[in-house]
């Protein structure tokens, strides 16, 4: 079930999602492509691996009008299937910048779910009345590239649906962009920490879907070895390996090395 959900102007409304494990090809193209900005990452991502929004077929526009915090869940259920629910990562102290190791897991990540009733929402805000939508993967992808303020400014005007005929002041934008944070879904972690070396404590907020995106980075050069092994020796086409889960990919590679471990 989607924490948000999106609801079209016609009114339908999508809640849940169905999702396939990666394959070792959308493994391959996230190790190939770490430049790529994450929301479009997330777009291509969701596009090859989610098969319904509840009995649709999905399409590349319906995923980029899925909600910022649907995306970020959906994400953080690909990398459960993927990599575990284990997350290990090394954080710097600010204190002391030393290196320390965190471990938690996946499924302790709180997701605040906020089920959307319209495509749009209403506010009164001084003398009249705004009507503002939510932010998606869409407009994370078309202010790509600005800077931060004019992205936030870009992304903000994009959700503005009627601004009531004037230009907001400033506090009417802020109570705005408030009413936004309280309606939309957020997937959101921030370890409280405390540096073994300094004794500082410390809360680190922690993007999960960055961190999957640099943990499938990472394992690039380990992708290569496994196909390369299965290749070798079950004579498969590297398009046959790369479309096996991860998790079939090392029940063979183990198979394998047990049958060449020599025997005793």
């Not at 050069?221 to 498969?236: F, I, K, N, T």
């Amino acid at each position: 079930m989607l924490p948000g959900g999106v609801v079209l102007e016609d009114g339908h409304c999508f809640r849940s999602a169905t999702l396939r494990p990666l394959a070792g090809r959308e493994e391959e193209w996230l190790a190939h492509h770490p430049q790529t900005p994450n929301a479009a990452k997330v777009t291509w991502l969701l596009q090859a691996c989610l098969l319904e929004l509840d009995d649709a077929p999905v399409t590349l526009e319906l995923v980029r009008q899925l909600l910022v915090g649907d995306r970020d869940y959906l994400v953080l259920q690909l990398r459960r299937f993927t990599l575990g629910d284990d997350i290990h990562a090394v954080i710097r102290c600010p204190a002391c910048e030393n290196k320390m190791d965190t471990d938690f897991r996946a499924s302790e990540v709180a997701v605040e779910s906020r089920p959307q009733t319209a495509a749009a929402y209403t506010l009164n805000v001084s003398d009249r009345v705004v009507r503002f939508r939510l932010p998606t993967g869409g407009d994370q992808e078309t202010v790509l590239g600005m800077p931060d303020e004019a992205a936030a400014d870009e992304l903000f005007n994009r959700c503005l649906v009627d601004d009531g005929g004037k230009k907001l002041s400033a506090e009417d934008r802020l109570a705005t962009i408030e009413a936004m944070e309280r309606l939309a879904p957020h997937v959101e972690l921030e370890l409280d920490l405390t540096c073994p070396d300094c004794n500082h404590r410390f809360l680190q907020p922690f993007d999960t879907t960055a961190y999957f995106f640099d943990e499938l980075s990472v394992n690039s050069r380990q992708l290569l070895r496994e196909v390369h092994a299965l290749a070798l020796y079950y004579h498969w086409s590297e398009s046959d390996i790369l479309s096996l889960r991860r998790d079939r990919r090392r029940e063979y590679l183990g198979l394998l090395h047990d049958s060449l471990r020599p025997q005793v």
